[in-house]
């Protein structure tokens, strides 16, 4: 990527600049122990992410956008994207979160597959989880506490989930275990410059599209704690008639969630524009 367009360099070097450390050596060469650690991974996630939309853009290989997404985390890049939100903004404000969640990580997250959202529903409230990402019909999340993860995976098992997948995470992200982090975010998340999106962001909490910098401020902070709506986010792309989704970063994940919600879509990867 770096290297078929210079101009992702640059967005590569301002992280470093911007955070004090040397961020792009470590997305580049590890080691992988400190990079995934939650507090450098998060805004090596959003550093990456506008590296390619900056390049794609700056080459001519991405349209500008008529709205944008993000899936979690990837609100921000998102907000960078509509230009509601500054690359260092951004930057500054996933490291706190990443801080955050490394101080107060606790808990386990586990997928779900093969069970419809009201069985996965039912099996949350029995046993006392909540459900954290609606990725796909089929494909669903709980979070929550090691032992009551567990007893979900089980109980999904019994009830012809076709798999209960433990993730690799390091806490129970998307659930009300993470309130702490909502409250040492909101300093930063009300202090920030947050200008009017220019074209609307689809909300993970509740898929509406969103301009206004109050609640763009406010998706920020209720998105930590609140279940990522993935399919709706989608479906209301569609009902507001997107065509064609570009998924603006490494990988093709969200492209086969896309897909796998709307048949017909017309999913781009940025790795197919190299």
Same mark, same amino acid.
């Given at each position: ?34 990079? $995934? ?5 998060? #805004?090596? $996630?959003?550093?990456?992410?506008? +590296? ?55 808990? !386990? ?44 995976? +089980? ?5 012809? !989930? ?33 200008? #009017? ?10 898929? !509406? ?21 993935? $399919?709706?986010? /989608? ?6 008639? /997107? ?18 919600? $709307? ?12």
């Amino acid at each position: 990527m770096i290297a078929a367009y210079p101009d992702a360099a640059g967005v590569l070097s301002t992280a470093d600049t911007t955070l004090g450390f040397g961020l792009s050596r470590m997305i580049a060469a590890g080691p992988d122990d400190d990079l $995934i650690r939650t507090d450098n991974q998060q #805004p090596a $996630i959003v550093a990456v992410s506008v +590296a390619h939309l900056t390049g794609l853009m700056g080459a001519g290989k991405l349209p500008p956008p008529d709205f944008v997404a993000g899936h979690s985390l990837g609100e921000y890049s998102a907000l960078v994207a509509a230009e509601a939100l500054s690359y260092a903004d951004a930057l500054l404000l996933t490291r706190r979160r990443g801080e955050l969640m490394q101080q107060h990580g606790a808990g !386990a997250m586990a997928a779900l597959i093969g069970l419809d959202a009201a069985a996965v529903e039912a099996i949350a409230n029995e046993a006392g989880v909540e459900v954290a990402n609606h990725n796909t019909p089929g494909q669903i999340t709980v979070s929550g506490r090691h032992e009551a993860v567990e007893g979900a995976m +089980a109980l999904a098992t019994q009830r012809g !989930a076709r798999r209960a997948l433990r993730l690799p995470v390091s806490a129970a992200f998307h659930s009300s275990l993470m309130a702490p982090v909502v409250d040492g975010l909101r300093p930063l998340v009300e202090q920030v410059e947050m200008r #009017p999106a220019k074209v609307p962001l689809v909300t993970n909490v509740d898929a !509406a599209p969103i301009t206004h910098p109050d609640d763009l401020r406010r998706e920020l902070l209720e998105q930590i704690c609140a279940p990522v709506r993935w $399919i709706d986010v /989608v479906a209301r792309l569609r009902t507001e008639g /997107v065509t064609t989704f570009y998924e603006v970063g490494p990988g093709k994940v969200l492209a086969g969630l896309i897909a796998r919600i $709307i048949r017909d879509a017309r999913v781009v990867t940025a790795e197919s524009l190299l």
